[in-house]
């Protein structure tokens, strides 16, 4: 079974929206940590937000937000102002530290910025 | 400030051959892994290492092989590679445990 679901696999918003990126994921681990990254068309891995399951807030960096819903097991990626630059991949990814500490990722979400 | 570097960054091997991919990270990380990317498929997990002299199998291991006799290095082995092996290859280290990782610029591989 999937431990992390991206259902979108694809996204188009016009430039200035904000946009909210979907992620849900599959955990018996009580301490575990979710992740976000962007893959622009260059193809590097870049890191952008981390949520901790323990953390009471939702995690926030610049115009990246990650909506930490426990119960719902959801960790969508809300983006402010979206840019021409937000056009990438982006992938979330879960680690449960007490099981294995391994990370893993979903399929991902390709986002387009209309101008 | 290297942090994670791969080599090589492109690479074409002839079905049947062997080599390994090189991984180095100068950030003291425990955890490493490697990743392969195919279209529609996200970033699947080959191997992992926990720290020096332990490894572990990820989601798709067969095909690869990997070892990690130093904190700074994990390179992945292909025994005898195969058109399926095409695909970009990752290599990402962290802190174990918790915490995100650090990605090298990836190894775009084609087998023919």
């Known amino acids: 079974a999937q431990k992390i679901t991206q259902t979108q696999p694809g996204m188009f918003v016009q430039e200035k929206e904000a946009v909210t990126l979907d992620c849900t994921y599959d955990t018996s681990d009580p301490s575990y940590g979710l992740f976000w990254y962007k893959q622009p068309s260059s193809g590097e891995m870049i890191f952008l937000i981390y949520q901790g399951s323990y953390d009471q807030q939702n995690a926030t960096e610049g115009r990246y937000s990650l909506n930490f819903q426990k119960a719902r097991k959801s960790a969508n990626l809300v983006i402010s102002a979206s840019q021409l630059g937000d056009s990438a991949m982006y992938f979330c990814?879960?680690?449960?530290?007490?099981?294995?500490?391994?990370?893993?990722f979903g399929k991902g979400t390709r986002l387009h910025i209309l101008p | 400030n290297a942090g994670v570097t791969q080599t090589p960054k492109f690479q074409v091997l002839k079905t049947g051959q062997s080599m390994t991919l090189q991984c180095a990270q100068d950030?003291?990380?425990?955890?490493m892994s490697w990743y392969r990317q195919d279209p529609g498929m996200g970033l699947r997990l080959i191997h992992y290492?926990?720290?020096?002299?332990?490894?572990d199998q990820g989601e798709v291991p067969n095909g690869y092989n990997v070892s990690r006799s130093t904190t700074e290095d994990f390179p992945l082995r292909l025994l005898s590679a195969a058109p399926s092996q095409t695909s970009v290859y990752f290599c990402a280290s962290s802190y174990s445990p918790g915490g995100g990782a650090f990605f090298g610029q990836g190894t775009r591989l084609t087998v023919v």
């Open positions: 290492s926990v720290g020096a002299g332990i490894t």
């Open positions: 990814a879960m680690r449960e530290a007490y099981r294995d500490d391994k990370i893993i």
């Open positions: 950030m003291n990380h425990e955890y």
